[in-house]
């Protein structure tokens, strides 16, 4: 029992100031329960709004593709400079140290390599291993348009009904394979699908037209792949554009790992994502990082 002698009485009830309920701003948040939105600010900065997504789960079907040869090497250097880490269990257990604090992003889905049909998905990470990795979101592929494109939506479903029941947000990631179309017509259909079927937010790929009509058809927070490697600059006017026309952030992997200094494009990135820094600037501060020791 606590000890109440030396105690004294209540005074501070400050009666004449209204109390503060302070409102989560990220898009189509409103509703969700408190974990969700507390694991959706270690993704999204709580000032910005915005995302530097490190993506490094390329292995799951690729294997250790260029600049993810050792990730130990390549990419937890980099930790510092990321909002969040996309990544699997395999790598965020055998490589990431545990120390890193932010938000992240465990790749739960899974199964063909580049080698089979790739919308031949499943799940690929259980629930209660998401809980026991503490991670901030479970991203899952959605093939709309794939082969098994029900299958890959069923799986996105199911996910979203265990990260609501544990308060774990799910990130759809919208597909675009060989044969599938990379249009705004296609990225509305994609991303608004699996934002309609619970994903508390989405990550599609920029197009040069129309694409603030995807983000504005989309009723939660868009964050764009960075694709494959382009020159860096170039990698930050895609960057730079996305943001300016509704993006929540960006996904990059290969522009960053694969970047002649990946420590330098990261903040670079940043720069554009979260200060609005014209892409020649940030290449300029590119340039700047690169050439110190």
Same mark, same amino acid.
């Given at each position: 029992?606590?000890?109440?002698?030396?105690?004294?009485?209540?005074?501070?009830?400050?009666?004449?100031?209204?109390?503060?309920?302070?409102?989560?701003?990220?898009?189509?948040?409103?509703?969700?329960?408190?974990?969700?939105?507390?694991?959706?600010?270690?993704?999204?900065?709580?000032?910005?709004?915005?995302?530097?997504?490190?993506? +490094?789960?390329?292995?799951?079907?690729?294997?250790?593709?260029?600049?993810?040869?050792?990730?130990?090497?390549? +990419?937890?250097? =980099?930790?510092?400079? $990321?909002?969040?880490?996309?990544?699997?269990?395999?790598?965020?257990?055998?490589?990431?140290?545990?120390?890193?604090?932010?938000?992240?992003?465990?790749?739960?889905?899974?199964?063909?390599?580049?080698?089979?049909?790739?919308?031949?998905?499943?799940?690929?990470?259980?629930?209660?291993?998401?809980?026991?990795?503490?991670? $901030?979101?479970? $991203?899952?592929?959605?093939?709309?348009?794939?082969?098994?494109?029900?299958?890959?939506?069923?799986?996105?479903?199911? =996910?979203?009904?265990?990260?609501?029941?544990?308060?774990?947000?799910?990130?759809?990631?919208?597909?675009?394979?060989?044969?599938?179309?990379?249009?705004?017509?296609?990225?509305? =259909?994609?991303?608004?699908?699996? $934002?309609?079927?619970?994903?508390?937010?989405?990550?599609?790929?920029?197009?040069?037209?129309?694409?603030?009509?995807?983000?504005?058809?989309?009723?939660?927070?868009?964050?764009?792949?960075?694709?494959?490697?382009?020159?860096?600059?170039?990698?930050?006017?895609?960057?730079?554009?996305?943001?300016?026309?509704?993006?929540?952030?960006?996904?990059?992997?290969?522009?960053?790992?694969?970047?002649?200094?990946?420590?330098?494009? +990261?903040?670079?990135?940043?720069?554009?994502?979260?200060?609005?820094?014209?892409?020649?600037?940030?290449?300029?501060?590119?340039?700047? =990082?690169?050439?110190?020791?």
């Amino acid at each position: 029992m606590a000890d109440l002698e030396g105690t004294k009485e209540e005074h501070e009830f400050h009666t004449n100031v209204p109390f503060k309920n302070e409102a989560f701003a990220l898009r189509g948040s409103n509703s969700l329960d408190w974990g969700i939105k507390n694991r959706l600010s270690n993704i999204f900065r709580p000032d910005t709004g915005r995302t530097v997504m490190l993506a +490094i789960d390329h292995g799951y079907f690729m294997g250790p593709t260029t600049g993810l040869e050792r990730v130990d090497l390549s +990419i937890v250097p =980099l930790l510092p400079y $990321a909002d969040t880490l996309m990544c699997t269990r395999g790598i965020l257990r055998s490589t990431i140290p545990p120390t890193f604090t932010k938000g992240i992003v465990l790749r739960a889905s899974g199964g063909p390599s580049i080698l089979k049909e790739l919308s031949n998905e499943r799940i690929a990470a259980d629930i209660e291993d998401a809980i026991r990795l503490n991670v $901030a979101a479970v $991203a899952v592929q959605v093939f709309v348009g794939g082969e098994f494109e029900t299958q890959s939506i069923e799986n996105m479903t199911r =996910l979203v009904d265990m990260g609501n029941r544990y308060g774990i947000p799910v990130l759809g990631v919208t597909a675009v394979g060989k044969n599938m179309s990379r249009d705004a017509k296609y990225m509305r =259909l994609a991303s608004r699908i699996c $934002a309609e079927l619970g994903a508390s937010y989405v990550k599609t790929y920029f197009v040069d037209e129309d694409f603030d009509t995807v983000t504005s058809a989309c009723p939660v927070p868009i964050v764009i792949a960075g694709g494959k490697k382009r020159p860096e600059l170039d990698a930050l006017r895609l960057a730079y554009q996305a943001v300016q026309q509704g993006a929540a952030g960006v996904d990059m992997g290969r522009n960053i790992f694969q970047a002649e200094n990946p420590k330098a494009m +990261i903040q670079a990135v940043a720069k554009v994502v979260h200060e609005n820094m014209k892409p020649e600037k940030a290449f300029d501060y590119y340039q700047t =990082l690169r050439t110190e020791k």
